[in-house]
């Protein structure tokens, strides 16, 4: 059985991550959206609201589990496992981020995968960070975010 973790903060989901997940799913037989726990960073949202949130995005797709973990992504893929991890890439300076947290995923655990899947030309501005930031700003994010996540902003 080949399983996937798509591994992230979320806070909140993007149409950009929606659009990572709904190209990746179709490669495996069983994919996990990780939501990274960093009790470090103060989110806009919990922990549980981003998992309610994205389980109501994608409540018609059996094939997608949501969970929270904590600790190394390779740890918890290993937990689940997972022998992928997917990574979505907008930009050149994602690309070069990822890039070196992939090789030291590689060091850490060579028996798990990254794949980076290149978002679409259309969602390559759509970052959590600057959804966050107009969100702050009470702007309107609505054509950022998929309508079933609006209720949780």
């Known amino acids: 059985m ?3 973790l798509f591994p992230g903060s979320f806070d909140p989901i ?5 659009d990572i997940v709904k190209r990746s ?5 069983k994919f996990y959206i990780g939501i990274g726990v960093n009790s470090s960073k103060k989110g806009l949202l919990t922990i549980e609201q981003r998992e309610q949130m994205i389980r109501s995005v994608f409540e018609h797709d059996e094939r997608i589990h949501v969970i929270a973990y904590e600790g190394l992504t390779v740890d918890f893929c290993k937990s689940i496992g997972a022998a992928y991890m997917i990574r979505g890439i907008r930009t050149v300076s994602d690309f070069e981020y990822e890039k070196a947290i992939a090789q030291m995923n590689h060091s850490l ?8 899947i290149v ?10 960070t600057i959804v966050r930031e ?4 009470n702007g309107d994010v609505s054509q950022f975010i ?4 609006l209720p949780y902003l």
């Open 2 to 4: 080949k399983i996937a």
């Open 14 to 18: 993007t149409k950009a991550h929606v």
């Open 134 to 137: 107009i969100i702050r700003y």
């Open 109 to 116: 655990a060579p028996d798990i995968e990254s794949i980076f």
């Open 119 to 128: 978002s679409k030309p259309g969602y390559s501005s759509i970052s959590s």
């Open 25 to 29: 799913v179709e490669l495996f037989d």
């Open 146 to 149: 998929p309508k079933e996540a």
